[in-house]
């Protein structure tokens, strides 16, 4: 591969399109490997970056993509705000180094534990501007949540992969800062047994922003983790009334340490399970009802997050995941593996011959030379 391209203007970004014939491998910060297996000339947008507007009193953030996520995360910090979303850092799980960009939390849709509680990424994103595969420069949505009109680029562009554009600006609701967090633990569960307590503990009137369980945390036992944030006050009542509603599964105690609360959820987050070890690493949606026959249909090490909707799995490499487990309403996604897994299988799952054409026909309308992150979705 020859030299990364990185345009350090949305002008030169749109020239080098426009007169590329040959794909473009499309990247933030490098920091997820998605494009690791593609062909072309890297194309990055680290060059693009700055805040261009920050509104603390409108809850309200405009970044160029190619700015770190711990740049706008510092700023937000400064006024007591934060990204919601909580978007994962993959450098630990996939041993890359760089910096996670906005642009490429936008691109993925990277969501992490809260979005049970205050949505995914997309959710959150009130703007975007892109050029597309024949160098045009693109604006849609805006800065307040109620202005899309026509095709609703800001959502299509979530999760998209750079397969339709070059993201060059994101703008993004922001929200407060909480005062306080707590961390009910619960040890010992089965994966169906703490699927349900993790379900109750959803369906109750006390707000809970974080579930997960893993059959092997840090001493080495299964343990179910559910968080609940806001004033102190609150977060005390909720955490010992969720307590109550869930004595039947157990025994369970109460974390309130900031520190380690955090370093909890940032365990959980960023699947540091996983780090430094050996094998494959899939990412599973599911429906949480599903979560406990999925876990064990896999066969491997698993961590649950979002109430047993998100399955984390490591398994020896080469091993076909989706082979194994039986239909359910979900996906599949190789997230880290060897080359040699990665020319056997594909990343996403395989979709339907309806979805197909939909994905074909978006990609004829946004990328008409077929240039971006071509062969990522299969």
Not at 171 to 183: N, Q
Not at 272 to 280: I, L, N
Not at 307 to 327: C, H, K, N
Request: hydrophobic share 40%.
């Amino acid at each position: 591969m020859t030299d990364i391209l990185k345009p350090e203007s949305e002008a030169a970004l749109a020239e080098v399109i426009a007169s590329a014939e040959t794909p473009l491998c499309v990247t933030g910060g490098g920091t997820r490997g998605i494009t690791s297996g593609l062909t072309g000339q890297q194309l990055s947008t680290s060059g693009l970056s700055g805040v261009t507007l920050y509104e603390p009193g409108a809850l309200t953030l405009v970044a160029r993509a190619g700015t770190s996520v711990a740049e706008i995360e510092a700023l937000l910090a400064e006024k007591k705000q934060r990204l919601a979303f909580e978007p994962m850092d993959h450098r630990g799980l996939m041993g890359t180094t760089g910096e996670p960009t906005i642009g490429g939390i936008v691109a993925a849709n990277v969501s992490g534990p809260r979005r049970v509680a205050v949505g995914a990424c997309r959710d959150h994103l009130l703007g975007v501007r892109f050029v597309d595969g024949g160098g045009k420069v693109i604006k849609n949505g805006g800065r307040v949540m109620k202005n899309v009109t026509g095709y609703d680029l800001v959502k299509l562009m979530a999760g998209s992969f750079g397969t339709l554009g070059v993201l060059t600006e994101v703008s993004l609701k922001v929200l407060p800062e909480v005062e306080a967090r707590a961390v009910l633990l619960i040890n010992g569960l089965s994966v169906a047994d703490a699927v349900a307590a993790m379900s109750r503990a959803l369906g109750s009137p006390y707000e809970v922003s974080g579930a997960a369980h893993t059959p092997s945390g840090l001493d080495g036992h299964p343990v179910t983790m559910l968080r609940v944030e806001g004033f102190a006050e609150s977060v005390a009542y909720r955490a010992k009334a969720l307590q109550k509603l869930l004595a039947e599964f157990g025994e369970s105690q109460i974390e309130d340490d900031p520190a380690r609360t955090k370093a909890g959820w940032n365990w959980v987050r960023n699947v540091e399970a996983f780090h430094g070890s050996q094998g494959d690493v899939w990412r599973v949606s599911c429906k949480p009802s599903d979560a406990p026959r999925l876990a064990k249909e896999a066969g491997g090490e698993a961590l649950l997050d979002w109430g047993g909707g998100l399955l984390w799995v490591q398994l020896p490499e080469g091993t076909d995941l989706r082979a194994r487990l039986s239909p359910y309403d979900g996906h599949a996604t190789l997230v880290r593996a060897s080359a040699k897994t990665r020319d056997a299988l594909s990343v996403f799952e395989p979709q339907n011959e309806i979805l197909t054409r939909m994905a074909q026909g978006l990609r004829d309308r946004f990328d008409p030379k077929q240039i971006f992150n071509t062969g990522l979705m299969g």
